[in-house]
């Protein structure tokens, strides 16, 4: 038997390849010379590898407007606007990432060596899950993701909650794949492949006599990607891990896994299973429903900060199904809307997060947040803006992301979800608002000062300013995400 | 067609003014000069658009100073202004009622953070009145929750959080209805007309819709404007927050952020679905008025001056609800009107309040009795606020209740028949709260309260001038009024509503 190998377009794969060589280098040079590598040298090599995942997409925009969507390795990667756009995204969660992940290090005296490496590989995961054409490829991104992540999660080996969260997360997440992974066979059963736009083109000609096998793969694989994005009722594993890994990790996670994750979620939906829009949709309703309530309705009783942000995460979560729910054209762009403006605004508030954790990152209080802003009005009024915003008030970029999934719902005739789903908003603005009442308390004056390290700082900044700018000026990132989705693949 | 920039103004002001502040924020001592100076300058611009504002503009409806910048072309979002001969009225009004709001009812505590909110305030309440766009209205709209949550959590009263928390959760409930709303309307319209997605208020009035979907989108909008305005049963948030707020929350609260609720019944939910309105308007009708009985019932049982001037409130927003779906021309002009004459005495009655809490440290009426006797100018500027309210010939009060008491006896007697005695129990309960606390013999504290100053007279001065001159001459008003609110009947004639 003679294999030929299939093509590969570079391009297409070149930011995993830039996260994946940063990686291997930190590796070789920690391996050969372990007592050279530098905290300093780590983060350099992570931010150069993440600024060119930014600069590729620049190219690989340019490359797919004027030739149009395409797909390599044997239809295995695709590279469209839509892949494009979320790789950039996963770039700058890098970068933000490592900045805060720097000063943490420094403050909780370890060596990021190895911190870098996971970081990078686990991107270069999210990366692919973001291009996969394919159910076995986009399982093979998710492990990638997923075992950096566990590493990382387990990352603070002084603390046992650190390891706790590990282990729950990796059995948790190990359950999910394998939910996956059965979905995609029972998939291929059905269909007799497991390539997206194969299964798409399968299904457009054939209608299926017994869809039973479709549908359970179909199930199968929804449970395994609300595992991972966190959708109630698969969430439980959410609030644990988010407290107990290291703050940094925390904030990473919460952005790189949502993008990773939901981009092939679109894809594997709207391209895959399109066809199947009526079996799916009301599964869907339901899943929206609990998600936005349960990250809601939980959110309001958590006294510890991470906790109650894995709440948010979890409402955020639902917010960005809703986009999914539409399938529409409108829906995806809603979705990538809203994973471009949630990176930054997440990572910025775990960069507090992880600032007020102090150097043992274990005070996450809700109550040491308590005058804050009095105490530090610089960053307790960033803070407040980042709450603000991830609340959804007008005129950050918080509203908009919201607004657009919501105006892809009812556009795809969803108007009772939107207005349930703006009920759940309600509640959770509710708690956003509490919390930033609470910075503003002038009773807890005493509280040590938090030192703002200056690439910690300027990620806070990047996060404020963004909302706000791009809050007000809405164009820009509005038509990226709708031209990212007209060049999605079909 | 005047320059947009007059309006833009009034959005930029404010928050230069809070940029001064924010950037000299160590120097507290001239917070409150460049509260009052930003607002005073805000007061300038909508006057000069006051004046300027010429209604007979050519294919621009009753429109002025118009100006459309699409934003984000996906979302359908724009900046787009203009005013009618509505909103102009509301734009003076919310000057007004902040620069003396500013001057009157300082808060000395964290006074920098404080004036901060009440531009921002401005900024966003200004911001919805100048919007010609429904998703740019909804965004101001849903911004000015933010700063009054502030202020009525920070510098409130001792129940401040509950209150805020209430006011809050019903307010932000029901504009999910009106967003919904909105996102349906404006995809109705995509789908009808193609191109780009546009929430355009003018684009958007011709939408064709259903009967059915018209009523169903009016409802959204109605409970949303219901909610904010309030219109019963939709009230029970008010009392207990215009209570706990500081006294310059309660007079923007009741004057301002009130009216965002009757401008929008009036111009978004009428103006946009006047087929509906035959339908609905028995319903709305009926809640007007049961709102008028049962606000000036709980007035009358009130234990504290600011739950007084709350339920009145809720009674006059019935008599502008009254006015605003009768489907005739004069009910309508005179409920635009009540708008303006009901902020301006609310303010001035919330004023009078924050006087006498300042001297008494209390405004519960059970701690009051015999104020006339130590303070007479205050006892004399309570009398021409209140009957103002009650309605007094030559006060502005009348005019704008008598348009409406007539236009509904035209066209629904017998809303009209009970409405009216609406009038005569807004009479007993002030009367009634005007011999509690200012007659009988003054004794231990109250005996010795001071009168008001010459600075508080001062401040107080424009409104009781407002009070006066629109009882008199409220032509000026009523000119600019007239040719908006008649482009909004011509709509709802046609279906045989009006008469």
Redo the contacts between chains.
């Keep these: 038997m003679k294999l030929v190998a299939p093509s590969i377009h570079y391009l297409a794969i070149a930011p995993e390849l830039a996260l994946l060589g940063g990686a291997l280098l930190l590796l070789f040079a920690s391996a050969l010379r372990p007592s050279r590598i530098s905290n300093l040298q780590a983060t350099v090599v992570t931010a150069a590898s993440s600024i060119a995942v930014v600069v590729i997409a620049f190219f690989q925009w340019s490359d797919v407007a004027s030739h149009g969507a395409r797909t390599t390795i044997d239809h295995a990667i695709a590279l469209d606007g839509f892949s494009i756009v979320a790789s950039a995204i996963v770039g700058v969660g890098l970068l933000l990432s490592t900045l805060v992940a720097h000063d943490w290090a420094k403050r909780a005296n370890v060596r990021n060596g190895e911190f870098s490496i996971l970081a990078l590989a686990a991107s270069s995961g999210a990366v692919i899950m973001a291009q996969a054409n394919d159910l076995v490829v986009i399982f093979i991104a998710l492990e990638i993701l997923s075992i950096g992540l566990y590493v990382l999660v387990a990352f603070d080996r002084h603390r046992a909650a650190s390891s706790e969260a590990a282990l729950k997360y990796f059995l948790m997440g190990g359950f999910a794949s394998a939910v996956f992974i059965y979905g995609a066979a029972l998939v291929y059963g059905a269909t007799g492949t497991t390539n997206l736009s194969s299964i798409s083109y399968f299904l457009g000609k054939n209608e299926l006599l017994r869809p039973g096998l479709l549908i359970a793969g179909g199930a199968l694989l929804l449970v395994g990607f609300s595992f991972k994005v966190a959708a109630a009722p698969f969430h439980s594993w959410a609030p644990d891990v988010y407290q107990g890994a290291p703050s940094p990790v925390t904030g990473f996670m919460a952005s790189i896994v949502k993008v990773g994750a939901f981009a092939a979620f679109v894809r594997v939906l709207i391209s895959a299973l399109g066809t199947q829009q009526d079996t799916w949709r009301p599964i869907f309703w339901v899943l929206i429903v609990l998600t936005t309530f349960v990250g809601a309705g939980l959110a309001l009783v958590q006294r510890d900060a991470k906790r109650l942000l894995a709440y948010s995460s979890i409402n955020h979560a639902g917010f960005m199904l809703l986009g999914l729910w539409a399938g529409t054209v409108?829906g995806a762009?809603a979705t990538l809307y809203y994973l471009i403006t949630y990176a930054p605004l997440v990572i910025a508030t775990f960069a507090i997060v992880t600032l007020m954790g102090g150097p043992n990152d274990t005070s996450h209080a809700v109550e040491s947040y308590r005058g804050l802003a009095r105490r530090q009005?610089w960053l307790g009024g960033a803070f407040a803006i980042l709450l603000?915003a991830q609340a959804g008030?007008?005129?950050t970029t918080g509203?908009?992301a919201k607004?657009?999934v919501?105006?892809a719902a009812?556009?795809a005739g969803g108007?009772p979800i939107?207005?349930i789903a703006?009920?759940a908003?309600?509640i959770a603005?509710?708690f956003y608002?509490?919390w930033t009442?609470s910075l503003?308390a002038e009773d807890a004056l005493d509280a040590p000062r938090i030192v703002v390290p200056w690439p910690t700082a300027l990620v806070i900044a990047f996060g404020v300013v963004t909302t706000i700018v791009f809050g007000i000026?809405?164009?820009p990132f509005?038509?990226l995400?709708?031209k990212a989705t007209l060049l999605f693949l079909p | 067609m005047h320059s947009s920039l007059w309006l833009t103004a009034l959005l930029v002001v404010p928050l230069l003014g809070m940029a001064l502040l924010i950037a000299f924020r160590k120097v507290t001592k001239g917070a409150y000069i460049v509260g009052v100076a930003t607002a005073a300058v805000e007061l300038a611009i909508s006057l000069v658009v006051l004046f300027l504002y010429n209604s007979g503009i050519k294919g621009a409806g009753t429109f002025d100073f118009a100006y459309r910048l699409i934003v984000a072309a996906p979302f359908g979002l724009a900046y787009d202004v203009a005013v009618s001969g509505i909103s102009i009225v509301m734009i003076v009004l919310t000057a007004i009622v902040v620069v003396v709001a500013l001057l009157g009812a300082r808060e000395t505590k964290h006074e920098v953070a404080f004036v901060c909110w009440m531009l921002f305030l401005l900024m966003a309440t200004m911001g919805a009145f100048v919007s010609h766009d429904l998703l740019e209205f909804f965004l101001f709209f849903e911004l000015t929750l933010v700063p009054s949550y502030f202020l009525i959590a920070q510098w409130g009263g001792p129940e401040r959080a509950r209150a805020a928390l209430k006011f809050f959760i019903y307010t932000f409930f029901g504009s999910g209805f009106l967003l919904v709303g909105i996102l349906y309307l404006g995809f109705a319209h995509l789908h009808q007309a193609g191109g780009d997605l546009n929430f355009s208020y003018g684009i958007l009035s011709g939408t064709s819709l259903s009967h059915g979907t018209e009523v169903w989108l009016f409802i959204a909008f109605a409970i949303s404007f219901a909610i904010k305005s309030p219109i019963f049963p939709f009230h029970t948030w008010s009392p207990i927050a215009y209570a706990e707020a500081p006294t310059s929350g309660s007079m923007v609260l009741s004057a301002l952020l009130a009216k965002l609720g009757t401008y929008g019944l009036l111009v978004f939910a009428v103006g946009l679905f006047p087929l509906a309105l035959h339908t609905i308007q028995p319903y709305v009708l009926t809640l007007a008025v049961i709102g008028i009985l049962y606000g000036s019932a709980l007035a009358a049982v009130s234990k504290d001056m600011k739950r007084l001037v709350a339920y009145s409130s809720l009674a006059q927003v019935g008599f502008i609800t009254l006015g605003t779906v009768t489907g005739s021309k004069l009910a309508m002009v005179g409920a635009v009107l009540l708008m303006f004459n009901h902020g301006v005495i609310t303010a001035a009655f919330f004023l009078i309040i924050g006087y006498i809490e300042k001297r008494r440290g209390s405004y519960l009426l059970a701690d009051l009795k015999g104020l006339q006797g130590p303070a007479p100018v205050l006892a004399a500027l309570f009398t021409v606020v209140m009957l103002a309210s009650i309605g007094l010939p030559g006060l502005s009060g009348f005019i704008s209740e008598f348009l409406i008491l007539l236009g509904t006896f035209g066209t629904h007697q017998w809303w009209g028949i009970v409405a009216t005695t609406g009038v005569l129990f807004s009479a007993l309960y002030l009367l009634w709260a005007y011999q509690q606390v200012f007659q009988g013999k003054a004794e231990g504290p109250n005996a010795t309260i001071k009168d008001v100053s010459g600075r508080e007279r001062l401040i107080i001065l424009p409104l009781i001038m407002l009070i006066v001159g629109l009882g008199v001459f409220p032509q000026p008003l009523l000119n600019r009024i007239t040719p908006s609110v008649q482009q909004i009947v011509v709509h709802v004639a046609p279906t045989g509503v009006s008469k």
Excluded: E
Aim: no cysteine.
């Design positions: 409108r762009a009005p603000l008030a007008p005129f509203f908009f607004f657009s919501l105006s009812v556009d108007a939107a207005i703006m009920v908003a309600s603005f509710f608002l509490r009442l503003y000026w809405v164009g509005a038509d995400a709708h």
